[in-house]
């Protein structure tokens, strides 16, 4: 029991000395830079600007030159997939389905270890969009990636476009693998074929048209996806709502039909006074207003 006790204050003590130490290099680090003088803090920030510069000198650099990619990517941005965190941009190329496509990009630092794969999507943006394409005569991985961007210059691949792939707005994906990470880089293409009259440029909400059809974003439906989701439900709605109220009226005139053949065949009409039903024959209304005509046609005959 007593070593137990022991034990516990011995433990308790090499805590607060640790604690104690901690918050003391700490306060010191404060008065550190509270003391730092203007040439110092200066020097030590390009100091940390000198190695950040070299640190990015040597990270892997290469930029995809055709099909022209996206105006804004960065190709150094490691691990921002799926297109380098830029978006979705009018696609600039245009090409037919089934035909091949050159992928040419430069290798400004390279690495050793660079493998890299092409993937083209229907004009989404979710990873799960993008399909794999192996490129022509050249050696492939398990995983379908290829060397590339081991040696600083120029490379370029060779790919065939799917035969059932034909967009408006079709994305192909360009992925570098390092030992840093993943450098992304997209490009947008038009893929013609004998389908994109139907939607093409029609799209909306950033939709795009894949053979013959409108692929909305997630949010919108619609044929041209002009319809935010909510609001179709809404539209749907309205629409049920007014045929229960003309089938609820087809049932109104249904259940009083031979009511209302009575008051068309004998030309009565049920008029609401004073909380009373008082039925009202239209026959005796014509007949004195034959009268009236007939005696006005007979005052004017006698003075021609």
């Known amino acids: 029991m007593n070593s137990k006790f022991l034990l516990l204050i011995y433990l308790l003590l090499f805590l607060s000395i640790y604690s104690s130490r901690i918050l003391k290099e700490e306060n010191q680090e404060e008065e550190n830079e509270e003391t730092c003088d203007n040439e110092t803090c200066e020097t030590q920030k390009e100091a940390r600007t000198e190695f950040s510069k070299i640190r990015k000198e040597n990270m892997p650099h290469s930029q995809v030159l055709l099909p022209i990619r996206r105006i804004g990517t960065s190709n150094m941005e490691i691990g921002v997939g799926p297109c380098g965190g830029v978006e979705k941009k009018s696609a600039n190329t245009l090409t037919t389905k089934g035909s091949s496509i050159n992928f040419i990009w430069e290798v400004l630092v390279p690495e050793n270890s660079g493998n890299c794969t092409v993937k083209i999507s229907n004009g989404r943006q979710d990873i799960e969009s993008f399909k794999l394409l192996k490129p022509v005569d050249t050696e492939v991985n398990s995983d379908g990636s290829f060397k590339c961007g081991r040696e600083k210059g120029f490379e370029h691949r060779e790919f065939i476009l799917p035969e059932n792939y034909e967009c408006d ?136």
């Open 169 to 304: 707005g079709c994305t192909l994906q360009w992925k570098w693998s390092t030992s840093y990470g993943e450098v992304y880089s997209c490009s947008d293409i038009i893929i013609n074929g004998g389908q994109l009259s139907k939607c093409m440029g029609k799209c909306l909400n950033g939709g795009s048209c894949f053979n013959g059809e409108c692929l909305c974003l997630k949010g919108y439906t619609g044929e041209f996806c002009e319809d935010e989701e909510g609001q179709s439900s809404l539209t749907w709605l309205w629409i049920i709502l007014g045929l229960l109220g003309l089938g609820a009226a087809g049932y109104g005139i249904y259940y009083f039909r031979d009511k209302i053949k009575d008051c068309f065949k004998n030309s009565q009409s049920w008029i609401i006074s004073s909380n009373k039903k008082v039925k009202h024959d239209f026959t005796e209304d014509q007949k004195e207003d034959d009268i009236v005509d007939t005696n006005r046609f007979e005052s004017n005959s006698r003075y021609p």
